[in-house]
C-alpha cells in the first residue's frame, strides 16, 4: 500500500504544516515583545512611539507575504524539476536561518528579512512540494490527504496564542517552531517522497513535467461557450479576495479584542482560537457536504461568502463579547475553512489547462493579498494609531466580503451559460 510506505513523508509534511500555523501568528501574537526587542517604546498604547513599533511588526508581516508572492509562481516548476524531498529540506533550512534571526537580532529591518525567508519557505518550497507530496503519497484519497494539511496548520494556530500568552517568553515563543522546524528537515532527510522514487526509476526523468492533455481536453470539451476574459480573471481574482479577509483576520483579530471589546491579553488572544476552531469545522463539514453530497464548489463559496460578509457585521458594530466570540466563530468557518482551496477547484472548471499553471496564478493573486494587508494596516497605524487602524482595517475586510459575494454571485451566473446547468442544482 503506497500510504503506509510513504506514511513517513505524509508526516513530515503535516509536521511542516504545523510549524506553519506558529510561523503565520509569530509576529503578531508577540506584537509588543518584538516591539520592544527593536528598540520601540511600547509602554503607552495612546503614543506615537507605541503606533512605531506596531507599524514595525506589520511590516515585517508584509514582507512574510510578499515572500510568498514573488515564490509561489514558480515552486510547482522547481518542484516537478528538483523533486518533492530537496524542497522539504530547503524550506526547513530556510525555516531555521528564519527563526534563529528572528531569535538573535534586535534589528527591525532584519527580522522583516527573516520573514521574507520564511514566506519564501512557506510557497516557495514547502507548498510546492508538500501538497503534491501527500497526494502522491494517498492516491485513494487526496482531497483527505489536503484537508489534513488545513488541520495542522488550524491546530497550531489555536494552540500558539494561547501558548504566548501563558508564556509571555519571546524567546520561548520563538524557541518552539524552531526546533520544530528542526525535527521537520531531520524528517524530511529521512523520508522517502513517491515522486522522487518514481523519477530515480525513470532515470532521472521527471514524471509530472508534461499536463494530462487527455484530461484537459475532456475538460475544456464540456464548455458550452467561452467563459471569457473576465471570467477567468475573476476566478484568479477570487484567491486575493479570501485571502484578503483570512489574512486580516488571522493576524488582527487578537488587536481588535484588545482594543475594542475590552478584553485580557489571554481572552484576546482566544479570538485567534476561536477563529481556527471555526476554520477546523468548516473544513470537515465542507469536506463531506462535497465529497458525500457532491454540493458544487461555487454552491459551497456562495455560503462561506455571504457568512463571512454577516459576520464581520456583527464584529463592527456589535461590541457584546458574546456575540463577539460567535462572529469570530463564524468568520474562521466562512474564510478559513477551506474557501481557499474550493475556490482553485472552480478555476480548474473555468479555464482548463495544466494544473501547476493554474495553481501558480491562483496563489500569486493569494500572495499579493497577504503583502498588501499589512502594508495597509502599517500605514494606518501610523496616521491613526493601532486601535483607529484596526477598526478601519474591519471595515475595509467586509468591503471586500462583499465584493467577494458579488464576485461569487456572477460566476453561479456564468457557471450555467458556460456549462448549461447550475452550480446550485448540484
Known amino acids: 500500500m503506497k500510504a503506509k510506505k510513504y506514511l513517513l513523508s505524509m508526516i513530515t509534511v503535516y509536521m511542516a504544516y504545523l510549524t506553519h500555523g506558529m510561523q503565520a501568528l509569530i509576529f503578531s501574537q508577540n506584537q509588543v515583545n518584538f ?3 527593536w528598540g520601540f517604546d511600547m509602554s503607552d ?8 513599533g506596531a507599524a514595525a511588526v506589520s511590516t515585517a508581516i508584509a514582507w512574510t507575504g510578499f515572500g510568498k508572492f514573488i515564490s509561489v509562481w514558480i515552486g510547482g516548476e522547481i518542484s516537478d524539476r528538483v523533486g518533492r524531498k530537496k524542497l522539504m529540506i530547503g524550506g526547513a533550512i530556510l525555516y531555521i536561518i528564519c527563526f534563529a534571526t528572528m531569535l538573535t537580532t534586535t534589528n527591525a529591518t532584519l527580522s522583516a528579512f527573516a520573514g521574507l525567508m520564511a514566506g519564501v519557505a512557506t510557497s516557495g518550497f514547502w507548498d510546492a512540494s508538500g501538497y503534491p507530496a501527500v497526494q502522491e503519497a494517498y492516491p485513494a484519497a487526496p482531497g483527505t490527504a489536503l484537508i489534513m494539511i488545513k488541520f495542522f496548520v488550524a491546530a497550531s494556530s489555536i494552540f500558539y496564542p494561547i501558548i504566548c500568552v501563558a508564556t509571555g517568553s519571546l524567546k520561548f515563543n520563538v524557541m518552539l517552531p524552531l526546533v520544530l522546524s528542526i525535527v521537520v528537515l531531520i524528517l524530511a532527510c529521512m523520508a522517502k517522497f513517491v515522486y522522487d522514487d518514481e523519477k530515480a526509476a525513470m532515470g532521472g526523468k521527471g514524471t509530472g513535467k508534461k499536463a494530462d492533455q487527455a484530461e484537459i481536453d475532456k475538460a ?3 464548455l458550452l461557450v467561452a467563459p ?7 476566478t484568479y481574482f477570487y484567491a486575493f479576495l479570501v485571502m484578503a479577509v483570512m489574512y486580516g483576520a488571522q493576524q488582527y483579530t487578537k488587536a481588535f479584542g484588545l482594543a475594542y471589546c475590552g ?7 482566544s479570538f485567534t482560537m476561536m477563529y481556527q476552531i471555526g476554520s ?3 473544513v470537515a463539514f465542507w469536506a463531506v457536504m462535497m465529497s458525500k453530497l457532491k454540493w458544487h464548489p461555487l454552491k459551497v463559496l456562495i455560503i462561506d461568502s455571504v457568512m463571512t460578509a454577516v ?3 456583527a464584529v463592527l458594530f456589535i461590541h457584546q463579547v458574546a456575540i463577539v466570540y460567535v462572529a469570530i466563530l463564524i468568520l474562521g468557518f466562512g474564510c478559513a475553512g477551506g474557501a481557499l482551496q474550493t475556490g ?3 478555476v480548474q472548471e473555468f479555464v482548463p489547462g495544466p494544473k501547476g499553471r493554474n495553481t501558480g496564478i491562483y496563489y500569486t493573486f493569494m500572495g499579493a493579498a497577504s503583502y498588501l494587508m499589512p502594508v495597509i494596516v502599517g500605514r494606518l497605524t501610523i496616521i491613526s494609531g493601532e486601535s483607529a487602524a484596526v477598526y478601519t482595517l474591519m471595515i475595509l475586510m467586509f468591503v471586500i466580503a462583499a465584493v467577494q459575494v458579488l464576485a461569487t454571485i456572477y460566476l453561479i451566473a456564468r457557471y450555467k451559460k458556460v456549462f448549461g446547468k447550475s452550480p446550485m442544482a448540484q
Open 45 to 52: 498604547p495612546s503614543s506615537a512611539a507605541y503606533a512605531a
Open 311 to 313: 459576520a464581520l457585521l
Open 35 to 37: 516591539a520592544i526587542k
Open 280 to 282: 477546523i469545522v468548516a
Open 263 to 269: 478584553l485580557s491579553e489571554m481572552q484576546a488572544a
Open 344 to 346: 482553485l477547484s472552480v
Open 220 to 222: 475544456k470539451a464540456r
Open 228 to 234: 471569457g476574459n473576465f471570467t477567468k480573471l475573476i
